[in-house]
Structures are given as structure tokens and as C-alpha cells.
């Protein structure tokens, strides 16, 4: 018999998200871990907003949905709304009923510029850092680092002269500008939208955009991010912030560090052994002076096995890159790209556990 095409609406329903999330979904193991951190982090929330006023959003549900919007690669806020609205599965990972409003688009950013303005952040990473350190997932003796170059939300066409008078545009919104023979460094120009990001390129031969550093501290057991550092792009960021950053692991045991040849200079080694870090930097025998690490270093069986494991900190470029869409940050300024760039390294960590284990989930 065939059924009816009939369409009217219930009068009462009585759905749970829950019940329509099965068991095995791979975010209810993220769910868990998310939970139990803003669990901890409660007591920074209660110091960040006043104890009288209209509500704001809590801040557990725009973390989580932001962790959402780096999970599933949501390209702006306003899909991200319009994904919440229909979908069971983030409505129960939010932790909002069938029957609540979504918020504004607006209403979510403005909310969320509070948390941005907070070292939330990084306290989501160092938690989660924990949370792996607790399960026996980290490793406490071998980390590698890296960088890499971060697109800035900023064009080219406003990056000009610090001092000097500049010609009116011809089209306020896309003004036509010559740079035709004129010099450009980040010593005399600067973005007018973004005068934090500077001028950078990857390589000899690669073109040169507007750019912020992100760097990496990553152990080398099962590729978890330790630490996560977003700077100027100046040249010298990749090896300035993998010094901040080691001299922040915990305890005063020995411990080593590998990195690809940009690391191989004899200011990094003499730095990284007074803290008593041993450099299984890749050897760059072509600089003037030759390597700043020699055979008593590369002999051992841990120097060779720090140079294939630190390659494990390319994944996490390529997963921050195209899944959490940080190829190119859509937000202006330091603070708000490091607070991104280490939120979106917290996402990658818990994915990362969750496909490491399971069955602790």
C-alpha cells in the first residue's frame, strides 16, 4: 500500500538531541574532553563577566561552537548560525534544545570578541594538554618545532608609506594604486588595516604577502601539541618563539628538541643547551662556519630518531591550514590571530586523542 505524502506539523514533540546523536559518533568522545576542561576552566569565566546584568551567551557554548566552526571548516559566522539552527548534531553539541533560539550572527561575534580579549585560549590548550598528559599520550622528553606563514586579513593596496601624504583614492572601495618602482619593507610601509601583519614570503622566489608567523611546539611520541605561538612574521620568529616556548615545559629534567635546518645556528644551540635542551636540529652545512651541532650530537640513535619524528609537526600545519581554515586568518591584529591559532590547536588536539584512544573516551 502505498503511504501518504500528507505534511502537518506535530503539535508537541517530544525530541531529545540526545537520543538522535548515536553512541559511536566521534563527538561524543570530543564532547567528553570539552566538557571536562571547561569544567576547569569555569572559576576564569566567574572573573571575566560581571555578577549583575542582562545575560550574555555562556561562554561554554560559544567555545563549543566555535570548536564546531574549526571541526567542520565553517567559513564564516553566519553559516555557522545557519548550520546550528537546522542541525540536531550541533544543536546537542552546544548544548542548545530543538526548541531554543539560534543567535545572531552579530549578536555571536560581539559576544565572542569578550572571550577574544581574554587569555581563554591558551588556557583551553593548556588544559587539554593536561587532559592528554593524564591519559599517557605526551611525551615529556622530545618535542620538535616549527613555523609557518599565516596570510593576514589585510590587501596589499593598503600597504603603504608610514609618514607621508597619500594620494585620495579614485575608488574608496577598490582604489587602483601603482607600486610600480617603489621600494617596499616593512622598515617604511605598513598595512593601514593591519599595521601588526608584515610584509613576508616563504621562500626565495615565492611571492611576498602580508603575513603573521605561527609556531609550533609539538612532542614527538604521538604529534600532540604542547604549545602554540602566533607572532610578527620578522624573520627571526620561528627560533625566538621556540626558545619562549621551551623554557615553559614543566620540570628541569633534560630534554631535546628537533627542527629543520632554519633552526642550525650557533645563537639557538648556545641558547637552547643553557636551558639544558639538547638541539637535534637538521645540520645546514652550507651556512658560513658550517653546522652549529656537530658529530657529538648527530652519533646518536635519538638525533636520527628526532629528525624522522619531527616531521610529524607538518600534519598539524596541513589540519590547521585546511580544516580549521587558518591558511588565511580572518581576523586583524596579534592577540586575536595567537588566540585563534591556539583555540584551533586545541581542536586539532582533541581529534587527535580521540583517534589515538578510543576506548578512554
Request: proline content about 4%.
Amino acid at each position: 500500500m502505498r503511504g501518504s505524502d500528507q505534511q502537518q506539523g506535530e503539535v508537541f514533540s517530544y525530541l531529545s538531541p540526545e537520543s538522535r546523536v548515536r553512541k559511536d559518533h566521534p563527538l561524543r568522545a570530543i564532547r567528553t574532553m570539552v566538557d571536562e576542561v571547561l569544567g576547569k576552566l569555569s572559576p576564569e569565566f566567574d572573573r571575566m563577566y560581571a555578577k549583575q546584568g542582562r545575560p550574555s551567551i555562556a561562554p561554554e557554548r560559544l567555545l563549543r561552537a566555535q570548536l564546531l566552526q574549526m571541526l567542520y571548516s565553517v567559513r564564516s559566522e553566519r553559516l555557522l548560525m545557519e548550520e546550528i539552527d537546522y542541525s540536531i548534531l550541533f544543536r546537542w553539541f552546544i548544548g542548545l534544545n530543538l526548541d531554543e533560539e539560534v543567535w545572531d550572527a552579530t549578536t555571536f561575534t560581539k559576544n565572542r570578541d569578550r572571550l577574544l580579549e581574554a587569555h581563554v585560549a591558551r588556557q583551553f590548550l593548556a588544559e587539554v594538554v593536561e587532559l592528554a598528559r593524564a591519559r599517557s599520550l605526551v611525551s615529556d622528553e622530545h618535542f620538535s618545532v616549527d613555523g609557518t606563514l599565516l596570510e593576514a586579513w589585510a590587501s596589499l593596496k593598503s600597504y603603504q608609506r608610514k609618514e607621508g601624504k597619500q594620494e585620495p583614492p579614485d575608488d574608496p572601495g577598490n582604489p587602483t594604486v601603482n607600486f610600480h618602482g617603489e621600494k617596499r619593507s616593512n622598515l617604511t610601509h605598513e598595512s593601514k588595516t593591519d599595521p601588526e601583519a608584515k610584509l613576508a614570503r616563504k621562500g626565495d622566489g615565492k611571492e611576498a604577502k602580508l603575513s603573521y608567523s605561527g609556531n609550533l611546539l609539538v612532542e614527538n611520541r604521538n604529534g600532540l601539541i604542547v604549545d602554540a605561538m602566533a607572532w610578527e612574521a620578522n624573520g627571526r620568529a620561528e627560533r625566538d618563539t621556540a626558545l619562549l616556548m621551551l623554557e615553559q615545559i614543566p620540570g628541569d629534567h633534560p630534554v631535546t628538541v628537533a627542527g629543520d635546518k632554519g633552526f642550525d645556528t650557533r645563537e639557538f644551540v648556545s641558547e637552547c643547551r643553557h636551558m639544558r635542551v639538547t638541539p637535534h636540529v637538521a645540520q645546514n652545512d652550507g651556512r658560513p662556519g658550517g653546522s652549529a651541532i656537530d658529530q657529538r650530537t648527530t652519533r646518536h640513535e635519538s638525533y636520527r630518531i628526532s629528525q624522522r619524528k619531527r616531521k610529524r609537526i607538518e600534519e598539524c600545519f596541513g589540519w590547521l591550514k585546511t580544516i580549521a581554515l587558518l591558511r588565511k586568518v580572518r581576523h586583524r591584529g596579534l592577540a586575536k590571530v595567537d588566540w585563534m591559532f591556539a583555540f584551533a590547536c586545541a581542536a586539532y588536539n582533541l581529534v587527535r586523542m580521540r583517534n589515538l584512544s578510543p576506548q578512554l573516551m
